[in-house]
């Protein structure tokens, strides 16, 4: 249909990767802020508590906020962070997979509340100080408050974000107050620690803290455990598998295939700062652009023969985003990946799904809610 597509609203659907990536990295196209919600005629619908929550956290803000905000977090995961983080990813492979091995002992067992779940919470929330008690808690309201990043979210999946969004404010605001009480030498003191030489208003600074800390905990949980499952998915095919423990070496190149192949996220929007013409189609201002990052990585100009699932490819992909919101996780999330299929490849030479996965009904954020496995 084109690389710039009409949507059924004031918007507009992207789906070369070429258009994508211009789109993600250029100057003229902005996060979908708060003013930009405030000038719409339909304003109300933004209204939510859930929807304005969200408006308010660093993939929402522009410069200089946005600028302001990023550089307080620095790098998060440069290659010394990720060195450091390493062992203690690799025990909590190691602890989880011998729960799948107990599992798998007596038939099939559901990778993703075994793994692919626990996986990511486990690091995130050694990493922020968060105790290992209050995952399930964390979780729970993870996946409820995400409905409010949907494209078109019902009023009662709206109703189930607000609440989430109450408990995550009422959480972070309380693991923040916690360590501003008990420092420590850990990344969200240092935080603490950059926003008071920032802000000399307290109460703001605490505010900025919570969100920081907050999205990027929510930003890295439902993520990762959809790349984990879909590798999980993906790799297990049997004459995928023997050829990866045959060739270890390109572990890598596999978790690349499967983010290109299926990004955890498909849909980004941003917002026209002025009218343009994008790919031949004139953009007026303050339309929405909704980067499809699926069609961008199966754009068979950048992707020969897209469909096809091929280790080798030495393809690209956009589904960590681009520009200066590009995903701050990404090292983080790959080292999980790669840790994780590493082991399962060592540990089980004969493991396959049995059961597929089952995609929860969204359009924004692929969440896969179960996968049967056996050896
Ligand atoms: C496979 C896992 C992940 C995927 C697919 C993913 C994808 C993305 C995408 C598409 C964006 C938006 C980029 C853009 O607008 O151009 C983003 C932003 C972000 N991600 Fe990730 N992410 C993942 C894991 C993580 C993890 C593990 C963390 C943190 C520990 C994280 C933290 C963030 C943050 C803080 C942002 C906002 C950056 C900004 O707006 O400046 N993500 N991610």
Excluded at 211 to 240: G, K
Excluded at 275 to 281: E, I, N, P, Q
Aim: with cysteine.
């Amino acid at each position: 249909m084109g690389d710039v597509v009409r949507a059924p609203w004031n918007g507009y659907f992207v789906t070369g990767f070429d258009t994508c990536s211009q789109v993600l990295r250029g100057r003229n196209w902005l996060a979908p802020d708060l003013a930009w919600q405030e000038r719409q005629d339909d304003s109300k619908q933004w209204d939510a508590i859930a929807t304005r929550e969200m408006t308010t956290t660093l993939a929402r803000l522009n410069a200089p906020e946005h600028t302001c905000q990023r550089r307080s977090l620095g790098n998060l995961f440069d290659r010394s962070t990720i060195e450091r983080l390493a062992p203690g990813v690799e025990r909590d492979t190691d602890r989880l997979l011998d729960e799948l091995a107990e599992k798998l002992r007596w038939g099939e067992a559901d990778f993703v509340s075994t793994v692919s779940e626990q996986l990511p919470v486990s690091t995130v929330g050694s990493w922020l100080g968060i105790p290992p008690e209050d995952y399930p808690h964390i979780l729970e309201i993870t996946h409820n408050q995400v409905f409010a990043q949907e494209l078109l979210p019902t009023k009662s999946q709206l109703a189930v974000s607000a609440e989430a969004t109450l408990a995550l404010r009422a959480y972070f605001t309380e693991l923040v107050a916690r360590r501003r009480a008990e420092p420590r030498h850990d990344v969200l003191t240092g935080w603490i620690h950059t926003w008071d030489a920032m802000e000399p208003d307290r109460e703001k600074a605490d505010e900025i803290l919570y969100r920081l800390t907050m999205f990027v905990t929510i930003a890295s949980l439902e993520t990762t455990a959809t790349l984990l499952t879909s590798m999980a998915h993906l790799l297990t095919e049997p004459t995928r598998w023997a050829w990866l423990r045959q060739y270890p070496e390109h572990i890598d190149a596999a978790v690349d295939e499967v983010l290109r192949y299926d990004p955890p996220i498909h849909i980004n929007t941003r917002i026209a700062a002025e009218d343009t013409v994008l790919a031949g189609v004139p953009i007026k201002k303050d339309s929405m652009i909704h980067v499809l990052y699926g069609a961008a990585n199966h754009d068979p100009r950048r992707n020969a023969d897209p469909g096809g699932f091929d280790i080798l490819r030495g393809g690209s992909h956009l589904t960590f985003g681009g520009g200066v919101h590009y995903c701050l996780g990404a090292a983080l999330a790959k080292l999980e990946a790669r840790t994780l299929l590493a082991r399962m490849l060592d540990r089980f030479p004969t493991l396959r799904t049995v059961t597929p996965p089952q995609y929860a009904p969204r359009m924004v954020f692929r969440r896969i809610t179960s996968l049967g496995v056996a050896l």
